[in-house]
């Protein structure tokens, strides 16, 4: 069984960072598959940064220059590095991990809650 854990939220003041971490076990994914969401309260989940099957990144414009994904195939996990954090980064973030031939996850985790305080 496939699971996807999340880690490493908090609460954060504005300009501060966080680094969020993203295990799976049950099968191994090419760290390429694994990306992170975030989903604001009243607003859809959205894109905040995943990779292309060949190692490209697309990042939300909202985020550029100021978040960073990062993995580490040996231990399954990527990482996101997020600086210069503002109020409107304030949600609960979600590892999500595509198929191959998908642009959308397949498995997701709980999550983890990032708020920045102003």
């Given at each position: 069984q496939v699971q996807v854990v999340e880690s490493g939220g908090g609460l954060v003041e504005v300009g501060g960072s966080l680094r969020l971490s993203c295990v799976t076990s049950g099968r191994t994914f090419n760290i390429n598959l694994m990306?992170?969401?975030r989903q604001a309260p009243g607003k859809e989940r959205e894109l905040v940064v995943r990779s292309t099957n060949?190692?490209?990144?697309?990042?939300?414009?909202?985020?550029?220059?100021?978040?960073?994904?990062?993995?580490?195939?040996?231990?399954?996990?990527?990482?996101?590095?997020m600086n210069s954090l503002k109020p409107d980064d304030t949600a609960v973030y979600y590892c999500g991990v595509r198929g191959p031939w998908s642009d959308y996850p397949a498995y997701w985790g709980r999550g983890t809650q990032v708020t920045v305080s102003s």
């Amino acid at each position: 069984q496939v699971q996807v854990v999340e880690s490493g939220g908090g609460l954060v003041e504005v300009g501060g960072s966080l680094r969020l971490s993203c295990v799976t076990s049950g099968r191994t994914f090419n760290i390429n598959l694994m990306g992170w969401y975030r989903q604001a309260p009243g607003k859809e989940r959205e894109l905040v940064v995943r990779s292309t099957n060949g190692g490209s990144r697309i990042y939300a414009e909202s985020v550029k220059g100021r978040f960073t994904i990062s993995g580490d195939s040996a231990k399954n996990t990527v990482f996101l590095q997020m600086n210069s954090l503002k109020p409107d980064d304030t949600a609960v973030y979600y590892c999500g991990v595509r198929g191959p031939w998908s642009d959308y996850p397949a498995y997701w985790g709980r999550g983890t809650q990032v708020t920045v305080s102003s």
